[in-house]
């Protein structure tokens, strides 16, 4: 799986959670995303998410990271 043109099912919670900051920091991605979202959904995806995802790589991690970003943003639009 690639997320921002990187595969990331070798690296570790951490280094995801890097890329997305990176990203979010930068704001050269397609779609929008704000550093306190991606916060947010990292907050969110290690307290109550994280001890059902498999261990072994980082693709389902950065699956469901990338996911509870995009559920914060439409969230967000629709208080907007």
């Not at 959904?41 to 059902?52: G, K």
């Not at 498999?54 to 629709?78: C, F, H, M, P």
Request: proline residues 1%; aromatic residues 4%; glycine residues 6%.
């Amino acid at each position: 799986m690639h997320i921002f043109g990187r595969d990331v099912s070798d690296l570790s919670v951490d280094e995801i959670n890097s890329l997305f900051r990176e990203h979010a920091s930068s704001r050269n991605g397609t779609a929008p995303c704000r550093s306190s979202v991606v916060e947010q959904a990292i907050n969110r995806v290690q307290l109550d998410i994280l001890r059902h995802i498999d261990s072994a790589g980082g693709t389902g991690y950065a699956a469901v990271l990338e996911s509870q970003i995009e559920q914060l943003n439409d969230q967000q639009k629709e208080v907007r």
